[in-house]
């Protein structure tokens, strides 16, 4: 997937500033893509000279003035053209962190156990911010209420593949720090 779809995914929301896309980055898309502000930038000049987006500029006080952008006809017929494309070739997980997890019989393990707590805790903080993201969404609806009502279901679907990933990623987590207290337990009984 391009970061273009991502940045198209998050202009389905409505007009935004790269600023604004950035930093709305963590609280939509970012349980499934990951880019930096330049990134993103660079990516709505592009769009823009293709036509898939245009800008317009505010005028503000005390500050720089500041571009939104927003979706062309020509971006919106580009979403449906990539959402229908042939299905999605699943992630190739690409994680550091499981290769020193595989080396931790050769290697130093508390680094490693301090590498899974911090995975832990990495875990934990986005589910709250995940958590505050459905509260928002739902605004006091239960599920149900919120499908059949909803403009929108795409960003809540997404989110709750973000929260199945951080739980996921706090499980395990736990599970290895618990198994890797075990093991250094059992050979300190050995020696």
Known sequence: ?????AVMAALLEGEASG????KGFEASVA?????????????LERMAGEGLVSARVVQQERRP???LF????????AVRAYVAEVPAKPTALRDELMVKVQCVDVGDIDAVR???AERV????AKLARFERMRARLLAGRGEDEFFATAERVGPYLTLLGGIAFARENQRWGELALRRLEQRAAATVGEG
């Open 1 to 5: 997937m391009a970061l273009r779809n």
């Open 31 to 43: 349980n499934f893509w990951m880019a930096t502000p330049q990134q993103i930038y660079r990516e």
């Open 121 to 124: 805790e990495w875990a934990t």
């Open 70 to 77: 927003s979706l062309t006809d020509a971006g919106r017929a």
């Open 65 to 67: 003035n500041k571009r």
């Open 114 to 116: 301090a590498a899974i």
């Open 19 to 22: 600023y604004d896309l950035a």
